[in-house]
Nanobody, 115 residues
Framework: QVRLVESGGGLVQPGGSRRLSCTYF????????MRWYRQAPGKEREWVAY???????NYAESVKGRFTISRDNAKNTMDLQMNSLKPEDTAVYYC?????????WGQGTQVTVSS
């Protein structure tokens, strides 16, 4: 059984920063690649960033250079450091892991970028 719990969302001003965390409850966290997705109001869920089990990282073009994904295998956590936030970054942010073809999702954490 795998469970993901996101935290760290909130209201932030444009240009500000926010750090999201995802805690993985289950076994063998270190062997899985992990992803962040987001879903803005009225839009489809979109992929944001990926980190492999060995620490390789990929980002969506819309966040490249502003967001940084990281993981701590000792704590079973994955983070998303978000800098230079824009109003268009407003969304519910979800963490995700695919295990043997099954996708697991957290409940999401709301990030609102507004003055």
């Amino acid at each position: 059984q795998v469970r993901l719990v996101e935290s760290g969302g909130g209201l932030v001003q444009p240009g500000g920063s926010r750090r999201l965390s995802c805690t993985y409850f289950g076994s063998a966290f270190s062997i899985y690649g992990m992803r962040w997705y987001r879903q803005a109001p009225g839009k489809e869920r979109e992929w944001v960033a990926y980190i492999s089990s060995t620490g390789n990282k990929n980002y969506a073009e819309s966040v490249k250079g502003r967001f940084t994904i990281s993981r701590d295998n000792a704590k079973n956590t994955m983070d998303l450091q978000m800098n230079s936030l824009k109003p268009e970054d407003t969304a519910v942010y979800y963490c995700n892991v695919d295990i043997r073809g099954i996708g697991y999702w957290g409940q999401g954490t709301q990030v609102t970028v507004s003055s």
